[in-house]
């Protein structure tokens, strides 16, 4: 009896590396996606008051650091700035600490229903680019942000209104980066990064404090 010959099924092999092709080009596009959810787009410049690694804006150089993680959006921040704000510029000045404001973003889905949204990720970006232009103008403009922050879920600011708050304090040449969003995705990556929950988080030579354990009474000792 004659051996059957065999055929190859070209149609079967072709729908094959087809499936094969949409499945790595799906691949790809999942990953590019990924990319841009946690891109951390660009940093300011590191220079003396600034480091682009850490996202601290520095003041002083006292011996023990006291880090402060902020979101201009969050209310507890402001009556935190209002309580401690000048005690630790004081000390500061008085050479007793080495002051880091990490301006970051958490509290963007508060703005989302507002016509100009992300408000914590944008305010943050204009704080970011005071310090890169004018970074002796950084606490006289977070103060500025706080005495005009916007309520929760209430109608937000739109960049240009933060462009003409930094021109308020002199810090006029961060119009554009301010305007153009420049530092956007920077706070979120650094909230991220640093594993920030809530703010204000306030760190004393790398240790976080459990403010609602009291701790911050170790601040008050520290900058009293």
């Avoid at 950084?138 to 209104?161: H, I, W």
């Amino acid at each position: 009896m004659a051996a059957a010959k065999s055929s190859t099924n070209w149609f079967a092999i072709g729908i094959s590396i087809a499936v094969v092709v949409v499945l790595v080009a799906l691949g790809g596009v999942v990953v590019w996606l990924n990319n841009q959810a946690t891109d951390a787009g660009p940093a300011p410049k590191s220079s003396d008051t600034f480091n682009a690694e850490t996202g601290a804006v520095s003041f002083g150089d006292g011996k023990d650091a006291v880090a402060v993680y902020l979101d201009f959006q969050c209310p507890i921040c402001n009556s935190f700035e209002q309580q401690y704000g000048e005690q630790l510029e004081k000390a500061v000045d008085d050479g007793k600490i080495t002051l880091e404001y990490h301006p970051i973003a958490i509290l963007d889905r508060v703005s989302e229903q507002t016509s100009a949204p992300m408000y914590a990720s944008r305010s943050a970006s204009a704080a970011l680019c005071v310090v890169d232009t004018n970074p002796d103008k950084y606490l006289d403009y977070a103060k500025v942000l706080f005495e005009n922050q916007p309520q929760e879920g209430v109608e937000s600011l739109t960049s240009e209104q933060l462009a003409e708050f930094a021109a308020q304090v002199g810090a006029d040449d961060a119009a554009s980066c301010i305007t153009d969003d420049t530092y956007l995705k920077y706070p979120a990556a650094q909230a991220k990064k640093h594993q920030i929950q809530g703010t204000p988080t306030v760190e004393i030579n790398g240790e976080r404090l459990d403010l609602q354990a009291g701790e911050l009474s170790q601040l008050e000792k520290l900058i009293g």
